[in-house]
């Protein structure tokens, strides 16, 4: 491929650079211009101003492009105080956003399709396009937005302009630009339920007739994020997180020919735990079940027990801070090591991204656009994900816990050894959290991107562009799967963690797309587009240390390990027609063809077991390849749809109805006895339903009405076996099997109402009063079983009230988000560490609950002059 993929990159590279080149001088008279691109969506009814997307990558009304799409302006943002992805979710339904754990930090998954959150290894099957640059990493939400112009969530498979990781939707952030007079404004807010303050603040205006500028800055400290039961062995009560987001943009225009917008963002996120808001269901047993390790001895496992209340929707988490025998020594490389490990949880993300864009008219029908982004993206925590465990720890058949059952296998030095780390276990009340994960998580992406868009008079207009993407992925994990050091630390480095595992994967994607519209008649319009992506992957695992115990014991891999290089290469053709019918200027009707295209790869959640040392061995090495690699995911289907505006644009209604097949799903579940990932495709999930939205400004000055509503049927239509049943062996009759099942997090009815309304109070003071109410249908938290929990629907309600200028010099407002405190589950599964059928205790059925934060209350003031 070297003779193939080398002038690809260069071409675009050197695009890139002759767009810089394109200066007034080599161009026609321009056309008027498009709306610009970090423009903020209007807060006026749709009756008198329209709101712009780039759901196509150009400038188009709302109510023209023929797709689902929910824009939501920033004083929508800011009159809630939203400035996280995740806070967005009461205003779209079927949006699901979940955030937290060690893998990939984030899920995100919309009309039921999404990626889990364990894994590293996945692209998101919802794209994030920040300010144009696509990031496939969820990683991405856990850091804060800043000075935002408009979200656009795009629903369905969105692989023609957006590419590979787009196969269920596409989530577009667009940042504010610079402003053609000086401009300034900022805000400050208050919350009272998880004691926080957010402060924010921009400065924009021209440097020159040519040059704009933009700096931006938000920092927001929650006190309580997570609240601590009183009775948790925790050295902090609380759980806190600290954002910062500072963004400097910079726009050039010395003609009307040529544009260059630069943005530069830098965010730290901090927290005192990657776990975030988890907290521990008892399952249909009812019991606290205990911490099991070495479940393999039968009764003469180690069982810790539990400290949970089994009150996981009452706000206060039972999570336990680590045992003192596993913290003792990080090894070299791991995210605590060095000195960094604060004595409790905690986590840090600091991103780095900045985009170049380039648009240089070629003519008075032709542009070139550029857009080149990088994001430096590193991520390190800790914490101990069997969530539980207060001591002392016992062994179910009586015997005391020591090392007696190894006298005949271990030298009595090392026997004494253990001592210590024995005499930690047994202190009464101490925390004694295993399952320790100690990741950093580095990315690194580059991406160019060239379109050549038309824009002529006649019936024809195309646009063509190229991709490239670079990036590297580099997952370092220190981890207590088995948690040896419990019993002695490794006896060669001192290290109290089983192993140190290093992950590589360097990925090239090079992509062609093509997209036409055809004018057949001056109300029909079709529109057609083909995108080939390939992909490049290789990836290998190095295992620098291994606990001596479980090396020489286990047949553990040693320290030292490495694999050779383990590839993953595909190729996709994804196309796309749309047709389009304008019945009057108020009216469209279309429908679509779709596909969407995920790419696969290489699992990064690999124990280090005996297993991984099959890489070595040549005649094995391609089938332990394939036990790690999982297949790429595609979707294809077609929506039917219209958008309207009735009763002489007082009312905007648009809806949608939609049928999507989704073939190879990526899915990682994990079996939380034996403490292994099952990564996996299932066979095929179906999605259909019916999205509606509508505005209305009824005939009282001041007032506006919107909503939305989701039907969503989404159901996995082949088998998928999801793990092992009950005698605990992959492959056989008792495994669970749920074909005909609906996917989680995919509620039946999803929907929301909300209003707008501004009334005087004087010359000088105007009255601002807005609600949401937004509805869930009931929805299976995880996908492993029909016996699954399932979330009961639930409602939320939003309010604000408020009080400013009327042309919004100053405001001061009382905001209220989810103000009757609903507590629901996003996400769930089994609690690592559960006691199975052998260990002498009743059979563990724990379950780890994701839930929401909970009530907000904030008082703010904003002022912009």
Known sequence: M?????????????????????????????DAAAPAEGAAASDAPATTEEITVFARRDAESLQNVPLTITAISANTLTKYNVTKPADIVSRIPTLNVQVGGSGAGAQISLRGVGSSNISAAFDSAVAIDFD????????????????????????GPQSLYFGKSASAGVIQIRTADPTKTWQYGGSASYEFEEKGYLVSGYVSGPLTDTLGIRVAGQYNDVKEYVKINPTTPAKLRNRGLTDFVGRVTLQWEPSSDFTANLKATYTRNTNDGAIGTADVSCGKNGRADEVVLFSFLGPAAIAIPSNADCKPLDKYVTTSDPSPALVRKFPDGSGAAGGRYPGHPFGQTDVFFTRLKMDAKLGDNLKLVSTTGYLNLKALDFDSYSYLGVGPAFRPNGLPLDLSPLAGVLPPALLAFSAPALAAVNAPGSPQGVGGSDPVNKTAQFTQELRLVSSYDGPINFQLGAFYESRVIKFDTSQQAFNASLLFPDPVTGNTFDYFKKHRTKTNTYSLFGSATYDITDKLELTGGVRYTKEDKVNTIEIPYMHTF?????????????????????????????????VNPDFNVYAAFKTGYKSGGIDNSALPSSNLANFLIPDKFQAAANGLIFKSETSKGGEIGFKSQLANRTITFNATAYYYVFNNLQVQNFNATTIQFVTTNAGQLSTKGIDVDFSWRPPV???????????TNAKFTRDFFTGTGPDGVLGTADDPNIRGRRAARAPEFAGNIAFDYTAPLSDALELGLSGNVAYSGKYYTRQENFTDYQQPAYATIDASISVGAPDGKWRLALVGNNITDKIFVNTSGGRPFLAGPTNGLPIGDDEVFTINRGRQIFIQGSFKF
Request: no cysteine; net charge positive; aromatic share 12%.
């Open 550 to 582: 479980l090396s020489t014991v286990f047949g553990f891999v040693p320290s030292g390990f490495k694999t050779p290089p383990i590839k993953f290469n595909d190729s996709n053709w994804s196309p796309e027609v749309t047709l389009r019918y304008k």
């Open 2 to 30: 070297r003779t193939l993929v080398s002038p690809f990159r260069a071409a675009l590279f050197a695009g890139a650079a002759a767009t810089s080149l394109m200066l007034p001088g080599l161009a026609h008279a321009a």
């Open 701 to 711: 000055d001041g007032l506006r009405l919107f909503g939305s509503l989701a039907y």
């Open 132 to 155: 144009g640059v696509q990031v496939s990493t969820s990683r991405l939400l856990q850091a804060g937005f800043a000075d935002p112009a408009q979200i656009d969530v795009l629903k």
